[in-house]
């Protein structure tokens, strides 16, 4: 939601809480009755509504920092199986050395992850097509001998003529434990860039393209 909005909703906030309290003291003092009742009842609404939303959106908002939180380590927990236990021999420089393959192939994590990504292909949004998304699919085996905690997120969509990461869209998968030896299959939707788009896929150190 932009900021002008978001502005505009705060100070209809304040005035709701403001009439609340207008209501209350034309009531308390008995001056104009049925002003204040009405006072009361509109302004009590407006303010349990925006209410409502403000503690919303605040909670949104800590689950998505909490998500992406999970998302990061996903992928460091991917790339060592020490990460986050006290080891010292994590080093941020891993993740610079990727192994890179073509859409279609599939390749291994150095966790020994198994992981198959196709070729991103577009769909519509809308029947009118105005409005469209790229969507890749995913193959992911896990054997490694430890449990692999893997999300959509995890799954990272670059394009090369806009120096930019489109955002996840919708995903039909989310945080869970693949045990070793097990598989998961699912597609995740990202924001479409145009058709001239240079894509390629990251996940952990692997990239497609």
């Known amino acids: ?30 001056k104009k009755k049925p002003l204040g009742i009405t ?10 509504f925006l209410s409502c939303y403000f503690i919303g959106h605040l909670f949104f908002s800590i689950y998505q920092g909490y998500e992406k939180t999970a998302t990061e380590e996903n992928a460091a927990e991917a790339l060592d199986p020490d990460y986050g236990n006290g080891s010292d021999d994590y080093s941020d420089d891993y993740f610079d050395d990727y192994t890179e393959g073509a859409f279609g192939s599939t390749m291994t994590t150095s966790n020994q992850i198994v992981v198959t990504v196709s070729k991103p292909s577009t769909g519509n949004l809308d029947e009118r097509g105005l409005d469209k998304y790229y969507k890749i699919d995913v193959a992911i085996t896990n054997n490694s001998d430890e449990n692999l905690y893997v999300s959509a997120d995890d799954f990272y969509l670059y394009d090369y003529t806009t120096d930019m990461y489109p955002d996840v869209i919708d995903k039909d998968y989310f945080h869970e434990k693949i045990e070793p030896g097990k598989s998961a299959n699912f597609s995740v939707y990202f924001d479409y860039v145009d058709d001239d788009a240079e894509l390629e896929v990251e996940y952990a150190d692997l990239i497609w393209s």
């Open 39 to 48: 006072l009361l009842s509109v302004s009590g609404v407006v303010f349990l």
């Open 1 to 30: 939601m932009s900021s002008i909005v978001q502005l505009v909703l705060f100070i209809l906030f304040i005035l709701s809480l403001i009439g609340l309290i207008g209501g209350i003291l034309i009531l308390v003092l008995r």
